[in-house]
Each structure stands twice: as structure tokens, then as C-alpha cells.
């Protein structure tokens, strides 16, 4: 019962590199979302889909792209990695109908 | 604009004491509130909802609209509450499905 999965756990970019953080989830969920966690700030949603083939932007969302071209993936690309893009970030999950966020275990991103 | 403002970053109580995380929030439309939980090397997962009206390892919480707080309580601390507690928010349905904005997070720890 894998629920929402992320890859990789831990990553380390040099500024203005490129890299895209995958998500997948096999719960059939229509609600895919990334957040970044900072201290002092909590977390803050990026991007978000309600279904395959629509997403938007949440709070944070420069630097950052999404597709969803499936209802199990969400990947996250960062075109050009800033040091402002230190983060742990989080994707997540929910049913339709249902607030309740299912969440990845994270990855824990350097750009230095 | 919604938000969520958890007003203490760290909480300390020894085993056995009550306990109460504050969460205070602005919305203006009928907000459903949630309470996650960060164990130590696991992922954030749901404690408790508003709409539920349950308690959840010992944990409760009643929305004051008047106050608009959500405080989560519980009146015997146990070691195996300490953990990262986010409070969150969402709009109700349509739209808002799996947009939450969360809190700061209050980081407790209870000691033997």
C-alpha cells in the first residue's frame, strides 16, 4: 500500500541547474498538490491539480512548473535552481469530495 | 486572503500536564480547520478535523467562530505526543479541494 510516493529523498543542485522532483500516488486521487516546508513559514502550496491535464498556481509558485498528464503523477520541475530554493518539499494527495491530505514523505532539496 | 497564524513555535510540558496548541485563523467564508501531525522520520498525517467532531489519541479541538481559534487540546500529555503540529484551513469544497494554508507549525515536546 505505497499511497503517495516521492523521489528522490535527497537532492543537491549547483544554482541555474534544472531538476524535476516526481510524485505519483495509487490512490486514484483527482487532488494532487506540492507544498514547500521552510522554518518559520510552514507550508506553503506551490502548484496544484484538480484533475489530468489542469493545474494552478498556489501561493509560491515561480520558479516552479508542473504537469499532469495522468491522474497518478504530479512531477514538480525547478528550471533554473536558486538558493532560495532551499526547501523540503512535500506532495500530497486527496480524494474527491474529501479534505483529508494524503502526504509523500518529502525531499529534502539543497541548491547551493 | 485566509490565514492561519500558530503563535508559538515551541511548546514544552512535562508528562502528565494538559496541553493546548493555539491556532487562530481569518477566512471570510465558512472555513473547515484540520490539525496535522509531524512524528519524528514520519510523514505528516491528519490528526483531526473540525467537521469530525472526534477525539483522536486523546487530542480534541472546537472551532470558535466568535474567536475564530482552533485550539487543539489534550489533558495528559504523553511523551509520544511530541511532534511538529501544523493547523490548516480550507475553503469549503468545489475549488478548494486539496488547497489547504497552514499555520507556522508549533514544534512539542513533552518531557518524562
Known amino acids: 500500500n505505497a499511497g503517495v510516493t516521492q523521489t528522490p529523498k535527497f537532492q543537491v543542485l549547483k544554482t541555474g541547474q534544472s531538476m524535476t522532483l516526481q510524485c505519483a500516488q495509487d490512490?486514484?486521487?483527482?487532488?494532487m498538490s506540492w507544498y514547500r516546508q521552510d522554518p518559520g513559514m510552514g507550508l506553503r502550496l506551490i502548484h496544484y491539480s484538480v484533475g489530468a491535464g489542469i493545474t494552478d498556481q498556489g501561493e509560491v509558485p515561480n520558479g516552479y512548473n508542473v504537469s499532469r498528464s495522468t491522474t497518478e503523477d504530479f512531477p514538480l520541475r525547478l528550471l533554473s535552481a536558486a538558493p532560495s530554493q532551499t526547501s523540503v518539499y512535500f506532495c500530497?494527495?486527496?480524494?474527491?469530495?474529501?479534505?483529508?491530505?494524503?502526504f509523500g514523505s518529502g525531499t529534502q532539496l539543497s541548491v547551493l | 486572503a485566509q490565514r492561519v497564524t500558530q503563535p508559538e513555535k515551541l511548546l514544552s510540558v512535562f508528562k502528565g500536564a494538559p496541553v493546548e496548541l493555539k491556532c487562530n485563523y481569518s477566512y471570510s467564508g465558512s472555513p473547515e480547520l484540520f490539525w496535522y501531525v509531524q512524528y519524528s522520520r514520519q510523514r505528516l498525517q491528519l490528526l483531526l478535523r473540525h467537521i469530525s467532531r472526534e477525539s483522536i489519541k486523546g487530542f480534541t479541538a472546537d472551532l470558535n467562530k466568535g474567536e475564530t481559534s482552533f485550539h487543539l487540546k489534550k489533558p495528559f500529555a504523553q511523551e509520544e505526543d511530541s511532534a511538529m503540529y501544523y493547523c490548516?484551513?480550507?475553503?469549503?469544497?468545489?475549488?478548494?479541494?486539496?488547497?489547504?494554508?497552514f499555520g507556522q507549525g508549533t514544534i512539542l515536546t513533552v518531557h518524562p
Open positions: 490512490m486514484n486521487h483527482e487532488y
Open positions: 500530497a494527495s486527496s480524494g474527491a469530495g474529501d479534505e483529508k491530505l494524503f
Open positions: 490548516a484551513l480550507s475553503g469549503r469544497g468545489g475549488t478548494s479541494y486539496g488547497k489547504l494554508t
